[in-house]
């Protein structure tokens, strides 16, 4: 048993106020530090010691000053594929979302047209606004700023106008009108407001004009899908002073687009709005623009004018930061990074009444602009890495996901009764089946995350009311991994598509190359993944425990079953002369011996014997798969190896974040800080500060940054939950809401991090504060608030 001590609120103001000045003082420490000691050649170690706000220079992509055009048509083997548009990647864009709607606008806050990059508005995966383009006096406004808030509500951008020679030669100069162009989502709304303010000493003549257009593409056209036919659009038309675009699918749905404008007298051009305005010296006009979404598949939701919309926007934010866990860091870095991961969570999050799940919890989607949808796994992942920190998120993707649960076996889907989902389309081209995706199950992995995340919500919140509610659907999860999962009897979960157009892998690496064997040939199907076999490990373990509690029969099976599972993963998957698993076996049972992060997932779910979990951490950070940046998902070297791929040989910061919490669970804290670092560091390189779905994996080089993927999601629900399973690996968390207990199991913090506050930590029904400090020997635990009955244990 290892020594441990409660620990005992001494908050109080005047123990806060010696807690600001200790931390003032380190962090003026933290500046000043030096170099510490190189590593053995071909390794990377981290160079320098100060705060990491200040060795990171802040990165960001040129602007394009030229519309993109149509890029290159690509045939490729995978129809799934997304094709990525070069001027897309000089572009900077900024995302906002709400509900079923996303946009992902320029910095100016236009959309040019782009036939070949996802700039819209996207409602419900069809692009229902294309192109609205700004002109001022027949020009796009000269830009100055552009920008989206911290809470990802609001894209603001600040404009002005170019020298101009008008109508009898009057001269109106640059920079005498500010144009400032905010844009907020609220449902399927955008909501724009232009503030224009005149400079100019004398009066000024302005047109104002805004130029509309909709393409009804679906997202799928939007990554590269050509369709052999489109449904039927419909001339623009005005209906009482509205602009109406619409289109009529294949799918026989209607789908339509309102542009209305206010504050100024509009004459309409067709899709062109022409507002004559004239302003006096100092004058300030408001203009206001309202896109709304329509499907006749959804009854409209209430509509908002701008400031409605804003405050109903701001009013769910407030909520959103009441329920969760804030976290500030004495390196401002890492609190930049934090700050924006949460924001991107919230902003991917779907409140009841603003999406298609219309439930009673918030639900995650995956990424903008790709996945901006029900993805099964992705949302599971997400919410446990959110666990401490959002626990009501946990709450929400169980209930979502145990009603669309599978039910039948249609092999069109890939469905079979027990089975999780793993995504839900509600575009053309998924209800017309030209893609599987309305309603399909082809994932492995997904039931016994379900299980595992039921488990693991149920430690930290208490809530065995609601694991009884699920507990039906938990056990049709385990009773698929027993009987449609374990395809040939052999007692490993399989996967092998049973719908011609489904996912030919569907682990978590789904792109058609990702599993393989050493000599580069592909895996013949079903295929056993190494981290399924983990997963439902896990899944039988927390089913086990949870039968305790609740007092139903079963218990003591599942985890006698889990042991034997546990025994042969060791036996089958282990790689002597690798120091780590296979990444899969084939359909006859034959080892994908190659050296892929896959196995580190292990660590996370607890298999390896102590033995082998300390071999296997020390291969995870071996210099061909840690690229400095973080653990690569296949080594260098090996078969397939590319940086640049999607999975073999880029950079995934959720799988780190697993493999990390697994480092701290097998005792290798310092490894665990060791991928924290990384990542962090990455994270300050990328726009924003915002971890990207991916990046690519090549090895990190002096004075360089990480390189993006072409088309990663960015912001990506588990990119974002990632540094927050980071924190808790760091940190040894464990809640215990049953036993009104949290641990803190050997608290660590990386050298360049003084101190570390994390604020409303909830454990079941109590509350607390907590400051972690750096010392010596480890980190040490102070409680500066706590409400409600909890025992703070910290270990040594």
């Not at 053995?40 to 705060?51: E, Q, S």
């Not at 995350?449 to 430690?459: I, N, P, Q």
């Not at 990384?678 to 360089?704: I, K, N």
Request: hydrophobic share 40%.
């Amino acid at each position: 048993m290892r020594p441990c001590r409660r620990l005992w609120h001494r908050g109080g103001r005047g123990a806060r106020c010696g807690r600001r000045r200790r931390a003032a003082v380190l962090k003026n420490k933290l500046a000043a530090g030096g170099a510490r000691s190189g590593r053995a050649p071909g390794a990377f170690r981290i160079a320098a010691r100060g705060a990491l706000w200040h060795r990171i220079p802040h990165m960001t992509a040129a602007p394009l000053s030229s519309p993109a055009q149509e890029g290159e048509h690509l045939r490729v083997g995978d129809e799934y594929y997304v094709l990525a548009s070069s001027l897309a990647s000089r572009r900077r864009k900024h995302i906002l979302a709400h509900g079923d709607t996303f946009a992902v606008l320029d910095q100016t806050g236009d959309l040019p047209f782009a036939i070949d990059e996802e700039l819209g508005l996207v409602f419900r995966g069809t692009r229902h606004l294309s192109q609205f383009e700004l002109l001022a006096s027949g020009r796009p406004p000269f830009f100055l700023s552009g920008a989206v808030g911290r809470d990802n509500l609001r894209a603001v951008a600040n404009l002005t106008n170019n020298d101009t020679q008008g109508d009898g030669g009057l001269f109106t100069p640059r920079s005498t009108l500010s144009i400032r162009r905010t844009t907020l989502l609220c449902g399927p709304q955008m909501l724009v407001r232009l503030v224009l303010h005149s400079f100019h000493l004398e009066p000024l003549p302005l047109r104002l004009e805004l130029v509309f257009a909709a393409d009804f593409r679906d997202v799928f056209e939007l990554r590269g899908l050509r369709r052999a036919r489109r449904g039927s659009l419909e001339p623009p038309r005005v209906e009482d002073d509205v602009l109406v675009l619409a289109y009529r699918g294949l799918d026989g749905v209607g789908r339509a687009t309102r542009c209305a404008i206010s504050g100024a007298e509009v004459r309409w051009r067709g899709p062109r709005a022409v507002l004559e305005l004239a302003f006096a010296p100092q004058e300030e006009r408001v203009v206001d623009v309202v896109v709304d979404c329509r499907s006749e598949q959804i009854t409209p939701a209430p509509r908002h004018g701008f400031a409605g919309a804003e405050a109903d926007r701001e009013r769910e934010h407030r909520l959103w930061q009441v329920e969760h866990t804030a976290v500030q860091a004495a390196d401002e870095g890492l609190s930049a990074v934090l700050g924006q991961a949460m924001a991107d969570v919230f902003l991917l999050t779907v409140p009841p009444e603003a999406g298609t799940l219309h439930g009673v919890d918030r639900f995650v989607y995956a990424g903008i602009p790709w996945f901006a949808t029900v993805f099964g796994r992705d949302a599971l992942i997400t919410a446990r890495q959110m666990l401490l920190f959002a626990p009501g998120l946990a709450r929400g993707v169980l209930r979502v996901l145990a009603a669309l649960q599978g039910t039948t076996v249609n092999p069109e889907r890939d469905e079979e009764p027990g089975k999780i989902i793993h995504e839900a389309r509600y575009g053309e081209m998924a209800a017309t089946g030209e893609v599987p995706f309305g309603r399909y199950y082809g994932s492995v992995d997904a039931t016994p995350l379900f299980c595992m995340l039921l488990g693991a919500y149920a430690r930290v919140t208490g809530d065995l009311a609601f694991v009884r509610e699920l507990w039906p659907n938990a056990c049709a999860a385990l009773d698929w991994m027993a009987h449609y999962g374990d395809r040939d009897g052999d007692g490993y979960v399989e996967y092998q598509r049973t719908s011609e157009h489904g996912l030919v892998n569907q682990g978590w690496k789904d792109s058609g190359d990702a599993i393989f064997h050493r000599d580069g040939r592909l895996a013949e199907p079903p295929i056993a993944l190494v981290e399924v076999q983990g997963y439902r490990y896990a899944a039988l373990v927390a089913m086990a425990e949870l039968a305790d509690l609740i007092g139903v029969e079963g218990g003591g099976r599942w985890l006698a079953e889990a042991q034997a599972l546990r025994e042969r993963i060791n036996a089958d998957f282990w790689l002597e002369g690798e120091d780590t698993y296979a990444l899969a076996l084939d359909r006859h049972k034959r080892p994908c011996a190659v050296v892929a992060s896959n196995a580190g997932q292990l660590l996370f779910c607890r298999v390896p014997d102590p033995q082998r979990a300390q071999r296997l951490a020390a291969r995870l950070l071996r210099a061909d798969l840690f690229a400095g940046w973080g653990i690569r998902t296949l080594a260098s070297g090996q078969p397939r190896y590319n940086p640049m791929s999607y999975h073999n040989g880029s950079v995934w910061p959720h799988d780190n974040s697993l493999i990390a919490a697994g480092l701290r669970s097998g005792g290798r804290v310092e490894g665990a800080l060791e991928v924290l670092t990384a990542l962090v560091e990455a994270a300050l390189h990328f726009e924003d500060r915002r971890l990207p779905e991916l990046f690519c994996g090549f090895g990190r080089r002096r004075d360089t940054a990480p390189v993006p993927y072409p088309v990663a999601c960015r912001p990506q629900a588990w990119a974002a939950g990632s540094v927050f399973l980071l924190l808790e690996a760091a940190l040894g968390l464990e809640a215990d809401a049953l036993r009104r207990r949290i641990v803190l199991h050997q608290p660590q913090l990386p050298a360049w991090l003084p101190w570390l506050e994390v604020r409303n930590l909830r454990v079941g029904e109590a509350r607390v504060d907590l400051n972690v400090v750096r010392g010596k020997y480890g980190g040490s635990v102070e409680i500066l608030r706590k409400e409600g009955e909890l025992e703070v244990v910290e270990t040594r």
